[in-house]
C-alpha cells in the first residue's frame, strides 16, 4: 500500500474515532435548581457535579455535559429535550 493512502487512511479512522458530545445551552426559561435537578436524574451526577455544570450553564452560557458515540449523544440531546432543556450535538475537538 502506498504511504500517501495509509497516511489517509489513518487520518480517516482518527476522524471517525472523535467523540461526540452533548452541550446543553443556557435558556432565560429554566429555573438553576430543574437544571441541576435534570443532570442528577438523568445522568446520575452528585449534586456537587450537577450544580458545577448548570453553574457552566448559566455563567458561560452552556457547558459540555457528556460524550461518546454520535447515536448516545442523540440520545441524550433528545432526552434534554423531553426535559424542556436546549441541547446539541457536536464532535468533540480533535
Known amino acids: 500500500m502506498s504511504d500517501t493512502l495509509e ?46 455544570l448548570m453553574l457552566t450553564v448559566h455563567t458561560e452560557g452552556k457547558a459540555v455535559v457528556a460524550s461518546g458515540s454520535r447515536e448516545e449523544m442523540e440520545r441524550h440531546v433528545a432526552a434534554m429535550h423531553g426535559y424542556g432543556l436546549w441541547a446539541t450535538l457536536q464532535k468533540e475537538d480533535a
Open 7 to 52: 497516511r489517509t487512511e489513518l487520518r480517516e479512522q482518527a476522524l471517525l474515532d472523535v467523540p461526540w458530545i452533548t452541550i446543553v445551552w443556557n435558556d432565560p426559561i429554566n429555573l438553576m435548581s430543574y437544571v441541576s435537578w435534570v443532570f442528577r436524574s438523568y445522568f446520575g451526577f452528585d449534586r456537587a457535579m450537577a450544580d458545577r
